[in-house]
Each structure stands twice: as C-alpha cells, then as structure tokens.
C-alpha cells in the first residue's frame, strides 16, 4: 500500500460544485502539505499543515480551504469548483524531525477535471 | 525568499547521450536542494539531494548533480540516457526555518531511440 494515499484518483464535476480531495498518510510525519500541478507551471503550494492545529496558506489558496482532521489525514476543498482549477492535485508529507530538509513524499494525485 | 529557475522546459537528446538538465537558484539562507522526476500518470519521486558535505551528488538511476554555491546551481546529469529516463523532472529548493520546498517549472526529456 502507499505511504501517501490521495481519493479520489479522478473526479469530473460540473461548475459550481464542491468538490473535496482527501489525503491520508501511514508515514507518521507531521507535515502535510496541498499542491496544485499545470503543464508549464511546476507545482504550486495551495496550503500547508505543520501539525493538526497549525494551517497555513501557499501561493495560491484563494477558492481552495483545508481541513487537519488527524495527524494522518488532510483534505482540500474547492467551495464552488470552476473550470480554471482543473489540474492535477498532489498531497505530499515531510518529516518535521531533527535534521530534516524539508523533503516531501509524494501521494499518486488526484486528476479534477470541472466542467 | 527562494526561487529555482530550470533552464529548458524541454530537453531532448539520444538514447546513449549526455543528459544535462540545467537548475539555477536563489536562497537567502544555505540551500537544500532537489531533483525529483515525474513518470506519465505518477506522482513525484526523489531522485535525490543536497544537503551538506560532498558537493556531488549521487541518486538513483544513474543520476548525478553538483551543487556549485558560486554559480547558484544544481545540475542534473547522467552519462548515458535510456529510454526509461523519458519524464519531467523537477529542481527543488528549500531554506529556512520552515522548510518548505519551492520547485522549478520542470523539464520534459524526451529520449529518441
């Protein structure tokens, strides 16, 4: 099974919609972080999570909320789904122990398509 | 603040050819630095990285890169492509206190055989 599980793998919805992506992890790290992948653009930071009481927004957070239900578990929501958020979406971990450089473990992604 | 610049958002060559993927990058603090690589419908791997210490790195696959603080850079290599190199690959960095990585626009490679 994967260290970083992401549901569902792909979704199509219609404008408007609220759409969540889950995220859970099996890693035992405590930072958990939403990114959000364009062909041409690289990956960028949506939100992130450094503990369950701790949540920060990234470069581009407007449209998108998160919610730290546990230590494992980290969902991203889209309120009201609109087109120019179809994109491929990454969950990612990084261990928050001594001597770490930030290195992220990556789930498989989750392919929203809106319509 | 940081930033990473990947020189190249394509880069094709021979199946038997020097692979040379160019990252450039900017950090207020001493860096931590990042190769990962995307296959097609896959999430993102670490190739490997810098932290401290020996200047060249070795990852999986055959990759290399080395860290050359007075040019700011951090280039992928690797001796001899494959056909399963084919992917895009993304330079990372990170710095600070708060440990999050920034990342590049990635490159595609594309090996003709």
């Known amino acids: 099974d994967a260290d970083v599980t992401q549901t569902p793998r792909n979704r199509i919805t219609k404008t408007g919609k609220r759409i969540m992506l889950e995220c859970s992890q099996t890693k035992g790290h405590d930072r958990m972080y939403w990114y959000r992948q364009d062909p041409g653009l690289g990956l960028q930071l949506i939100y992130y999570?450094?503990?369950?009481?701790?949540?920060n927004k990234g470069e581009i957070s407007d449209g998108y909320s998160v919610s730290r239900q546990a230590q494992a578990k980290f969902s991203l929501s889209l309120e009201s789904a609109i087109p120019n958020q179809t994109a491929l979406y990454f969950c990612a971990t990084s261990d928050a122990g001594t001597g770490n450089t930030g290195e992220l473990f990556f789930g498989e992604g989750s392919r929203l398509t809106v319509l | 603040a940081q930033s990473v610049t990947q020189l190249g958002s394509h880069v094709s060559v021979s199946e038997g050819a020097l692979v040379l993927l160019r990252c450039n990058y900017s950090?207020?603090?001493?860096?931590?630095l990042f190769w990962y690589v995307q296959y097609p419908n896959q999430g993102l791997q670490l190739l490997l990285k810098y932290t401290t210490g020996a200047t060249l790195v070795k990852g999986i696959n055959g990759f290399e890169a080395e860290f050359k603080k007075s040019e700011t850079s951090f280039h992928l290599t690797k001796p001899s492509a494959h056909m399963s190199d084919a992917a895009e690959y993304f330079c990372a960095v990170s710095g600070g206190s708060n440990y999050k990585l920034t990342f590049g626009k990635g490159t595609l490679l594309t090996v003709n055989p």
């Open positions: 950090s207020s603090v001493p860096p931590y």
């Open positions: 999570s450094f503990d369950v009481k701790d949540i």
